[in-house]
């Protein structure tokens, strides 16, 4: 019997690492007007921000079907096989219910775990890396789908946005609305908490934000991952990731992830975060 490991596009997961770690990818789906784009498969993260500020027309996301799933957890696993598959908040988008969807009709041949994180970006991907190392280390599926869950639990993600134009016309804002007014001059940092959108500080400036990033990371204590994201411009971020290095274990290094479309339609340019896991 061979366990499986599943995630979703809105991981942000590096293709290098998804292979490296026997991860499978499905993608959601990005909407320019009538056009449908598969998230880091028919449109590229430099092509899609160009288009984003570029097109007057907003762009839209969708979850994958219950039929991509279904054929995707039939392509990787036989009859027997499990599979352990992990997403996105359920709160914020609809791909964890159509996981679930797939994994009822496939119940009779092939057992499909469905985890929802309530976590959103590379705080997904690091559960997913660690189901992934759990199996490689000999661990059941039980053991994988625990050190998921673990990973989730002691995920904490903050992101601070040049503006939040974009979260308000993706209909993603959730707790962060009261924000709206007023921010010509505010950088808001924001939070997942509880699955959703949630305001944590606001900053005068960006700099003040990338402050505001680095202690509020340093307050958490012992790490045990760290990774700092971004959506245009890297430069921020690459000084953000030299200051933070030093609250990881010794030897090793944030990683550097540019979000995907998916991502990106909501949060828009210039968006600088960190997700990080917190020792136990």
Known sequence: MAIRIVTDSTSDIPKNIAETHGITVVPLNVHFGETVFKDGIDLTT??????????????????PSVGEFVDTYRDIASDGDEIISIHITSKLSGTYNSATQAANQLKDKIKVHVIDTEQVSCAIAYAAIAASNSIKNGGSVADAISAAKSVCQRSHFYALFDTLEYLAKGGRIGKAQSLLGGLL????????KDGVIDTFKRARSRKGGMLLLNQTIKALGSLDDLCVIYSTDNSDAQILA???TEFLPDGKTPLMIKVGPVIGTHAGPNLIGVGCIVSD
């Open 46 to 63: 430099e092509d899609f921000f160009e288009k984003l500020v570029a097109d007057p027309r907003h762009p839209s996301t969708s979850q």
């Open 185 to 192: 001059k505010v950088k808001p940092i924001l939070r997942t």
């Open 242 to 244: 030299t200051q933070l």
